[in-house]
């Protein structure tokens, strides 16, 4: 009888390990991925002038940009080979391509993983250290967005401005940079309470407002993601603290420009609307100022022709929205 009760147990101690390791879920053996042969690569693009159409910029800008972020974006050896189970590591000028690409392009995560040899998770991860990489970057004098502060950079940018102008006359004498606001697409924002906010009944989709500002050659001197795409230009152009900061500290003779649906300041010219034209002057005005003021919209349009991603919805968290931005 002892022996019977003993094989019962043992029965039922080895069902219950079969059990249990029938549930147990098995770790997937993760697939070694082929690195892209880089050079190869590199030659074949150049041979068939093909590398300024795929990376938005010739391979001498390209080396220059892999030059100033190399140091964010080296990984170590040895951790990538013991994290990716002995696959080569991800270099910086495939970082850089990936994330040049995933912008420029408008490429998926999952046709840049193909491409490059690499796990769709592991180009999310990629795509990430690039954004960052660039983000918070402060020594690339080219990737640089900022204001310009002291008395020679304000003569510099008004002089500029003063060339682009056709206008006979000193009327618009010291205009530094034409402001406007833009509204990038995105998918619904779920990571938000107040969804409603972002969909711009005048667009009919849901987006967010940017503000920026542009110098006379076409390059920002401010951007920011300002608000929802719900909210008009001027009530997004009153949250910009650090921009009124700025024009508050500007020279009397200095000012900026934009359109209409913005409030005039003494620091902000805006043209007459059709209810104040009441004469010759006041549509001339209008004219040189227009011919200042739409050199934003030149700026917003080779931004997003330079840069596809900017022309798609973007369906990303609202965070990484306004960083790809």
């Known amino acids: 009888m002892a022996h019977d009760s003993d094989d019962d147990d043992l029965m039922e101690l080895e069902d219950l390990k079969f059990v249990f390791s029938s549930r147990k879920k098995t770790r997937s053996i993760k697939y070694d991925h082929t690195r892209i042969n880089w050079d190869e690569h590199i030659d074949r693009l150049v041979s068939t002038n093909k590398f300024e159409q795929r990376f938005r910029m010739p391979l001498s800008s390209f080396h220059h940009l892999l030059e100033e972020l190399q140091e964010p974006l080296t990984v170590s050896f040895k951790h990538s080979i013991n994290s990716t189970s002995g696959n080569d590591p991800i270099y910086p000028e495939v970082i850089v391509a990936v994330g040049l690409r995933f912008l420029g392009c408008g490429d998926t995560h999952s046709s840049l993983a193909d491409t490059y040899g690499m796990s769709d998770a592991s180009a999310y991860h990629v795509v990430e250290m690039f954004l960052d990489a660039v ?61 409603a906010d972002y969909f711009s009944g005048h667009y009919q989709a849901y987006g967010l407002n940017v503000q920026a500002m542009c110098d006379a050659d076409l390059l920002f001197i401010y951007v920011a993601v300002a608000g929802p795409g719900k909210i008009n230009d001027s009530r997004a152009f009153s949250r910009l603290r650090e921009l009124h900061k700025w024009m508050e500290g500007l020279p009397p003779w200095c000012f900026v420009s934009a359109d209409c649906t913005y409030g005039l300041t003494q620091r902000l010219l805006i043209p007459f609307n059709a209810a104040e034209l009441l004469g010759d002057d006041h549509r001339t005005f209008n004219f040189y100022l227009s011919q200042l003021q739409i050199r934003i919209e030149m700026a917003f349009g080779l931004l997003t022709t330079k840069w596809r991603k900017l022309r798609t919805t973007l369906s990303y968290s609202t965070r990484k929205n306004a960083q790809i931005i």
């Open 135 to 195: 983000d918070y970057n402060d020594s690339c004098q080219e990737m640089q967005v900022r204001l310009p502060r002291t008395a020679d950079e304000l003569n510099d940018i008004a002089q500029r401005w003063r060339d682009v102008s056709t206008c006979p006359i000193n009327m618009l004498e010291g205009h530094l940079g034409a402001m406007d606001g833009w509204f990038p697409r995105t998918k619904m924002p779920f990571d938000q309470v107040n969804q």
